[in-house]
């Protein structure tokens, strides 16, 4: 088993190193227990899947503590605050990633906030079994900032 690093530019410039190294299953499970104890007493998650199919799904773990940034959002807004040193240093790149909806950036406070409207839509009627990935006519604007024409108020018909 050797760790492999994958490395990457996002977009909008930040560099992103990852590392992945496979575990035996000893320790595999040591350390889901460590983790799941420091998810007692610190901030992150912990996704479990324990279905079992060959060729298509194993049982998998993916988690983690102290994460970088809080997202919080409402009906017209997303606020993202740094939780230690390094989400200090992500700020500026979601920002900037944010600056299309009036993203604001309060570096004293460690803060990003922005303006974002909400617009989920459905199809009218029920579609038949099996076209689920066919049933809204054109994709659906899902993001609005201020100043962005009026929320959608149009309902998407199922093709036929």
């Excluded at 901030?43 to 799904?57: A, H, M």
């Excluded at 997202?71 to 740094?82: P, S």
Aim: contains cysteine; positive net charge.
């Amino acid at each position: 088993m050797t760790a492999t690093t994958h490395r990457w530019t996002t977009p909008i410039g930040l560099e992103v190193t990852r590392l992945s190294e496979p575990l035996g299953p000893q320790r595999a499970e040591a350390e889901l227990a460590r983790l799941e104890d420091a998810l007692d007493t610190r901030r992150g998650l912990l996704f479990s899947g324990r279905c079992d199919q060959p060729g298509r799904y194993r049982p998998h773990d993916l988690g983690h503590v102290d994460p970088p940034v809080e997202v919080t959002a409402d009906q017209d807004g997303v606020r993202l605050r740094a939780l230690n040193a390094r989400g200090r240093v992500l700020l500026p790149a979601l920002a900037a990633a944010l600056a299309p909806h009036g993203a604001y950036w309060d570096e004293a406070a460690a803060t990003v906030t922005a303006t974002l409207r909400a617009c989920v839509t459905s199809p009218v009627g029920r579609a038949a079994s099996g076209t689920h990935a066919r049933r809204v006519a054109e994709p659906p604007t899902w993001l609005r900032h201020e100043g962005a024409p009026a929320p959608c108020d149009r309902t998407h018909q199922t093709p036929r």
